[in-house]
């Protein structure tokens, strides 16, 4: 993509989902990049993609006075190929992969993971932490728990990609997956490519995110 230039031309804005925004946050002070910011949009969206894809443009055509680069802190995440129309429109690049989960797994260990079991259901940190208001609340299960096996029958278990090593979080998962009636297990992917695309936004020397990921086995928590 041509380099975009505006007032601020040595700074680098990442627009991101905000169910990334403590990642995001973490990797730039960690790595020291003291040259990029974060803006993120509503978590929310991520029970209603169709929102994305326009609420990224305006982000982004906001900021092009203000930001020398813009980076886009999303995968497709649900749209249909909608948000990456909009980042050739406007000459951005995004994450890599589909959604979240591909690129903290890495994208070769999540086309194994998904072939070995299709009926997976995914949470990150962050949607363990928010669990009842983005899943249970988010898709009606708190008012209409008849519904429960409407949207979840065809599932069979449920897989934490955590990027963290909190007990808690894990125990949190196994109630989770309690709750919709799921097997349980737990990998630990860290960062994965969305760290190598961040640091690569800031030392561009750094090898580009498809490399791979080193995503650690699958175990049952």
Known sequence: MPR???ATDGRTLI???GALARELLEMVRANGLDQIDVECLPASYHNTPDLIPDAVE????????????VFVGY????TGGRL??????LGVDRLPGAHCYEF?????????????????????????????RIVIAGLGLDRHP????DYFGHYTRLL?????????LIEKGRLAAERLGLRYEVRRTGYGELETSIVHLGDPTVADPIAGSTASPARVA
Do not use: N
């Open 15 to 17: 627009i991101a989902c």
């Open 160 to 168: 934490y990609l955590a990027q963290t090593d909190d007990p808690a």
């Open 84 to 89: 990456d129309a909009v980042c050739t429109e």
């Open 58 to 69: 305006e982000r982004v055509r906001s900021a092009r006075d203000r930001y020398g680069h």
């Open 75 to 78: 995968a497709d995440c649900g």
């Open 4 to 6: 975009q230039t505006g």
């Open 104 to 132: 903290f797994a890495g994208s070769g260990p999540f086309s194994d993971i998904q072939e070995a079991e299709i009926g997976t259901f995914y949470l990150t940190d962050y949607l363990i932490k928010h669990f009842d």
């Open 146 to 149: 008849q519904l429960l096996p």
